[in-house]
């Protein structure tokens, strides 16, 4: 029996049923979480959202605003749903303001906007605006673009260039770089000319209408000469950071006049001058703003110089120790790569001088032996990177004097390849006594297998702190999985002739331990990088390929094919011997055919 509604709302021939499903199935198309019913056509929705209304056929009549949708009863009643909501316009390009337009197109890279200005003049003219340009890296495109788009994108967006990088742009003919370069910038405050083919009156040109420059770069300009540090010296003050490597035409004595003219002046990159005028280091003494000093290769660098930079020239002497007292240097990195004439007596002169000093670059100082560096180590307790690489009379005191020094507990790189004293001995000091080393460069030393061994139990070491530390703390960060962040350690031993196969399979055995124990989405750093014998690198590397990516039955299977044949091929050797066949002292790393993939 079918149930009426005394109101007459409801059409009697549709079953209660049937409403009910009909009505929960308009609840979750309506706009609004509610429906409303309406007695009447003359009442109106209160939602100003929607609203539904069952009624007579009448109601045709009062629904001329409103969507009416396909008739879902079964006699002359219709269900009408309402939906009161303004028209969505459709936004177009054309209608947007050039601000906004400008605001959307600062999001493509420029060589996107190079591509993009090609779609129509009003592109043409959005994408040239100098306000996306106030970043300017031509390095990034300039070979796919004429030297005429280049030189009118840099006209164009010139009053709002502050950073220009035109490095490599050598098809900038001379006419198109005085106009667009030097005459049109004048707010620039960072400039990259390096390698640049720009005459010396076109640089000229670009610092005296730029006074406010806060970096430049004129490596490899070989036109430029001492006049040009004057005019740097003169008319930009707020100089901070200055490279004139490889340029021929400068040395001593016009660096002198940028140092003395730019007193903010703190980062120096001057590789490859002749440093023929020692008035350059008092001037540097007497600033003692230089946080980066880079004397790479620089001819005439003498223990005199190193002197002067850190006491200057009539300094008040210590009564006990006959040294000036002057104060601590700010230096932080310190590049005297390849000056052969300093010795030993330059270390002596920088110990207790540099307390900041975090970068130290010897390598190729010929004649530095481990007195020099036993002395100045202890008193640069932030060292994190050394090298002396090519540094032959190194030997393992230096290296014993790192492991017992403050220097120890914050050290991260040291490289000292080519420097044959050094065995097992020193190098396993540092390996123990460093517990953030992360990379060693060590090749042709005699280091052997007990290194290997000791540098994989230092990081089983550091492993086992830091969970230890992690689970003391309450939680352990899961950190997304990066190859670069699971590597706690790099050694090169290239030419070591005394580390051999079962060195690098108990490596690689440790590495894939590691990650079976910790997966790599805990991104704990205990994996072990190694650069060896050119016979054994391709399995090693395809050994670790796998590890980080989590394929450990593959990577296992080609150690232990590779351990098979080492045998193998040592017992063959064995054999010959025994019979007077091919003996050779170093089979064990001669062998043909090495690599197991």
């Not at 004293?421 to 006594?433: P, T, Y």
Request: charged share 20%; glycine share 6%.
């Amino acid at each position: 029996m079918q149930r009426t509604n005394p109101s007459n709302t409801w059409d009697t021939s549709i079953p209660i049923s049937r409403r009910r499903r009909l009505l929960n199935r308009i609840k979750r198309f309506s706009s609004t979480p509610s429906l409303n019913k309406y007695t009447s056509l003359d009442e109106k929705p209160q939602s100003a959202v929607s609203c539904i209304s069952l009624a007579g056929s009448s109601s045709s009549a009062n629904t001329s605003a409103c969507t009416t949708p396909r008739n879902l009863s079964r006699s002359s009643s219709t269900l009408e749903l309402f939906v009161d909501c303004p028209t969505v316009q459709e936004t177009k390009w054309i209608s947007l303001p050039s601000e906004l337009k400008i605001r959307i197109l600062s999001y493509l890279s420029p060589r996107q906007l190079i591509g993009v200005s090609s779609v129509s003049k009003e592109f043409h003219k959005l994408c040239y605006d100098g306000q996306l340009w106030s970043r300017l890296d031509a390095s990034e495109f300039y070979d796919r673009i004429s030297a005429k788009t280049l030189a009118h994108l840099i006209v164009t967006a010139a009053p709002f260039i502050k950073y220009i990088n035109l490095r490599g742009c050598v098809q900038l003919p001379e006419q198109w770089t005085i106009d667009a370069v030097a005459n049109a910038c004048r707010n620039l405050q960072t400039a990259v000319l390096e390698d640049c083919n720009f005459q010396k009156k076109t640089v000229h040109f670009l610092l005296n209408r730029n006074p406010g420059l806060v970096s430049i770069n004129l490596q490899g300009l070989r036109k430029i000469s001492n006049s040009t540090c004057k005019l740097l010296g003169m008319n930009c003050p707020l100089l901070e950071e200055l490279n004139v490597a490889f340029c021929d035409g400068l040395d001593g004595k016009g660096l002198k006049r940028i140092v003395e003219g730019c007193p903010r002046l703190r980062d120096l990159r001057a590789n490859d001058i002749n440093i023929n005028d020692p008035q350059l280091m008092v001037a540097l003494f007497k600033a003692n703003q230089m946080d980066r000093l880079i004397l790479r290769g620089c001819s005439g660098m003498t223990d005199e110089y190193i002197r002067l930079f850190c006491e200057g020239e009539n300094p008040e002497l210590d009564p006990f120790t006959g040294r000036g007292l002057v104060p601590p240097r700010k230096l932080r990195y310190l590049d005297l790569k390849s000056c052969n004439a300093l010795t030993d007596h330059a270390l002596r002169y920088l110990a207790g001088r540099v307390p900041q000093l975090r970068h130290l670059d010897l390598s190729g100082v010929i004649h530095l032996t481990d007195d020099g560096l036993i002395s100045l180590l202890p008193t640069v307790p932030k060292l994190t990177h050394l090298d002396l690489e090519d540094c032959s009379e190194i030997g393992n005191e230096t290296l014993l004097s790192l492991a017992s020094s403050p220097v120890a507990a914050g050290f991260q790189s040291l490289g000292v390849s080519n420097c044959e004293n050094i065995d097992d001995a020193g190098m396993i000091a540092v390996l123990h006594k460093c517990p953030v080393l992360r990379n060693v460069e060590m090749d042709n030393t005699r280091v052997s297998d007990r290194t290997i061994c000791a540098a994989l139990s230092a990081v089983s070491n550091r492993v086992r702190n830091f969970v230890m530390n992690s689970e003391e703390e309450g939680s352990r960060k899961i950190l997304p999985p990066h190859p670069a962040r699971l590597i706690a350690l790099s050694l090169v031993t290239y030419d070591c002739s005394s580390i051999t196969w079962q060195a690098c399979s108990l490596l690689m055995a440790h590495n894939a331990s590691h990650v079976q124990r910790y997966p790599t989405s805990e991104g704990i750093p205990g994996l072990v990088l190694l650069k060896c014998f050119y016979e054994y690198q391709r399995t090693v590397d395809e050994h670790t390929s796998l590890v980080l990516r989590g394929y450990l039955g593959e990577a296992n299977g080609i150690r232990e094919r590779w351990e098979k044949y080492m045998k193998s091929c040592e017992e063959a050797v064995g054999r010959r011997s025994r019979r007077g066949w091919g003996r050779h002292p170093h089979y064990g790393r001669t062998g043909s055919g090495c690599s197991i993939m």
